[in-house]
Structures are given as structure tokens and as C-alpha cells.
């Protein structure tokens, strides 16, 4: 039997939202990847087939090989019309934040956030959930929100309203939450879920090729170039880091999703624990930073104590107001204080 992560009482509030509220946004974080564009695209397309206004609304695009998912056509990005999306959020009933935790994550949405009257509900697995939020369900230990999406439609005893497409935005937000079941997933009822999915009528070997086959071939030679000339590995620190500047991105005619993965390349090196890639943003005036790791090691740790940043154990990012030369100075300066660290997860990067 599949479990319900939720208990009764947890919905009780949005239950009764229901009732009366129509109007819904449902927002998500900046750089939206493939859980917060397919959660609140699955999330919208179950409200409005209650009959809801629902829409989705991202703070900036999602990447190209995200446009497919049934719905995409129809989200809003702030950046495109920041009157009329702040409109909506001062408007809407119900404002539902999915896959992130603190509103810092909805970049310019925070403002018309904090001041709507509307009831705000938090689904998310990030840990530390903030406190601006009416009802929050937050679980760290879910494979993903899309995960947490089916779980709450299936709890308001609505298993029945998931159709393909709905079915099809759950699946590619859990499966690129978890490098398409590679981490993350060792769950038997992540799997039964799944199972649901496929029998809902999912070609789960299509969303695979529709969101990873995808690229550009400049892409696959940006990672080439990255894999060959950028990737520097530090054996006795048990981490490597790549970097690329905003020129090196334009040489390769760089697209928003075109480094997704990067990060996660050097994990694949025998003995590399933690991974960081930093991105120049030329257009944001910053650097992007994402980090991973494996096993126990905390890299949203790493993230939070020099960066400000912050995510999953294993999964984190954050950003650096600076020259990535900087960038990269206050990574080394972090594993230096980080080596004086006594505490085992972090110890075992030192251990060469
Ligand atoms: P990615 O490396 O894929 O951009 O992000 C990995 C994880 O870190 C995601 O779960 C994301 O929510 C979190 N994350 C990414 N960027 C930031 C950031 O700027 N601040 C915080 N607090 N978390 C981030
Ligand atoms: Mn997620």
C-alpha cells in the first residue's frame, strides 16, 4: 500500500481554503529548475480542473528543455511584467510557495508577497522552512515537491483528477530532483508513487530523452570544454570546483539550463566528496554557485557558513556579489576553515 506522506489534520486548513478561495498563484524559486516548474505546473492543472483560477508564476524563466511540460506556455514570469504579477499576488486568495523555504528565494515576488492579505501555504522538502507562511508542509526527506504534489492531491482524495499530464509534470519534477533516480530515491513508496505515474499513462523513458537529449550541440561541447579545461580537482581536500566566466559562456553561445548538471560531473572522480561549479551571471552583476556532495557531507552547510547560501545536504546553491576570482578566494578560504573542523562529516573531506 502506498503511504500518504500527509496525516489528516495536516490539510485540514487548506481543505477548507478550498471551500471558499478561488483565486491561487502559485509561486516558486528563482532559476526555476525541473521540480518547481513541474510541481507548480501539476499543482495548477489539479486546482483548475476544481474549477480554480489558477496560475503559476516564476520570478524567471525556466530553461528551454522545460518548455514542453503541458502548461508551460501558460506561466508567468515577474521579470516580464513586474505591475500586473504583483497585481496578482495583491489579488489572488491562496498564495502557494512550492520548493522553496524563505522568501528570499522568490527574488523580486518577496515584496507583494509579505504585503498580500492572501493565506500562504508552504509544500516544499528544503529544510529550515521560514516563517511567513499560514500553513506549512515541509519534508526534508522527500524526494522532491512534485513528490510532495501527488501526495496532497491524493490526500484531499482527489487520486482520481490526475491525468497523464498531471502525472507527467510529477514525474520530471522527481526525476530531475534526483539526477533521474540516481540519489535521493532510495525510498520503496517514492517508487510506488511512481508506479502510479506510469499507470496514469507516463512514458517515462520520453520525459528522460525530452528533458536530458535535449541539448544544443554547443552545449555538449561547453561540457567538453568544462570537462577538459575547467574542472580543477583537489585529491587532498576530496573536492574539485569548476568555474566559468561570462566570456567562456559566450563562446559557447551560452542558454539559460545550458550548465545544469555541471556540478555534478566531478562527483563521478573516486575520492571526490563535494563538487562546486561557480557561473558568472554578467546580466545579474553576480556568480551563481551551486554545490554537491555525497554520502553525509553537508554542502548546504559549506554553502550557508561562507556564502550565504543554502539547500539540501547534498544539494545547495547560493550566490557571490564579486568577481569570481573572489568567488573562488573564499571557496579556498572556506575548506581552509573548514579542515580545522572537528566534526566527522566534515572531517572526512581532510582525510588524504
Ligand atoms: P542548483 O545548484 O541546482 O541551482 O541548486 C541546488 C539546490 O540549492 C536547490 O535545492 C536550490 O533550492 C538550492 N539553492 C540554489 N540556489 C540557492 C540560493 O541562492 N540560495 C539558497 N538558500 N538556496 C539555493
Ligand atoms: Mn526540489
Not at 48 to 64: F, W
Not at 158 to 174: L, M, P, R, V
Not at 217 to 238: A, D, T
Amino acid at each position: 500500500m502506498i503511504e500518504n506522506m500527509f496525516s489528516g489534520s495536516d490539510l485540514s486548513e487548506f481543505r477548507i481554503w478550498m471551500t471558499w478561495a478561488d483565486r491561487y498563484v502559485i509561486l516558486t524559486h528563482m532559476g526555476p529548475d525541473g521540480d518547481a516548474v513541474g510541481s507548480s505546473l501539476a499543482l495548477c492543472r489539479y486546482l483548475r480542473g476544481k474549477g480554480k483560477q489558477a496560475v503559476v508564476l516564476v520570478p524567471d524563466s525556466a530553461p528551454g528543455f522545460l518548455k514542453w511540460l503541458p502548461g508551460a506556455d501558460d506561466i508567468r514570469v515577474y521579470a516580464d511584467d513586474p505591475d500586473s504579477s504583483d497585481d496578482l499576488v495583491y489579488k489572488a486568495d491562496v498564495l502557494c510557495c512550492l520548493d522553496f523555504n524563505v522568501v528570499g528565494r522568490i527574488g523580486r515576488i518577496a515584496a507583494s508577497f509579505l504585503y498580500s492579505k492572501a493565506k500562504k501555504f508552504l509544500l516544499d522538502h528544503h529544510p529550515y522552512p521560514g516563517a511567513n507562511y499560514d500553513v506549512i508542509l515541509s519534508h526534508p526527506e522527500a524526494s522532491s515537491t512534485s513528490e510532495l504534489v501527488f501526495h496532497l492531491i491524493c490526500a484531499l482524495g482527489d487520486f482520481s483528477e490526475i491525468d497523464k499530464e498531471t502525472a507527467q509534470c510529477i514525474y520530471t519534477g522527481i526525476m530531475t530532483d534526483t539526477g533521474a533516480l540516481s540519489y535521493n530515491s532510495n525510498n520503496s513508496n517514492l517508487f510506488k508513487v511512481i508506479s502510479h505515474l506510469l499507470e496514469k499513462g507516463i512514458d517515462k523513458d520520453e520525459i528522460y530523452r525530452r528533458v536530458y537529449n535535449n541539448y544544443s550541440e554547443s552545449r555538449l561541447r561547453l561540457q567538453g570544454f568544462v570537462l577538459n579545461e575547467k574542472m580543477q580537482v583537489f585529491p587532498e581536500l576530496s573536492t574539485a570546483l569548476i568555474t566559468l566566466n561570462d566570456q567562456e559562456l559566450r563562446r559557447f553561445s551560452y542558454r539559460k539550463g545550458d550548465t545544469e548538471g555541471f556540478v555534478n560531473m566531478p562527483l563521478q572522480i573516486n575520492g571526490v566528496l563535494m563538487s562546486a561549479f561557480f557561473r558568472e551571471d554578467a546580466e545579474q552583476g553576480l556568480i551563481k554557485l551551486s554545490f554537491r556532495s555525497t554520502g553525509n557531507v553537508p554542502c548546504n552547510r559549506f554553502s550557508s557558513d561562507f556564502f550565504n547560501g543554502g539547500g539540501h545536504e547534498n544539494a545547495a546553491g547560493g550566490e557571490f556579489r564579486g568577481t569570481l576570482q573572489e568567488a573562488v578566494e573564499r571557496f579556498r578560504k572556506g575548506l581552509d576553515e573548514w579542515s580545522r573542523s572537528q566534526e566527522d562529516c566534515i572531517r572526512q573531506l581532510f582525510k588524504k
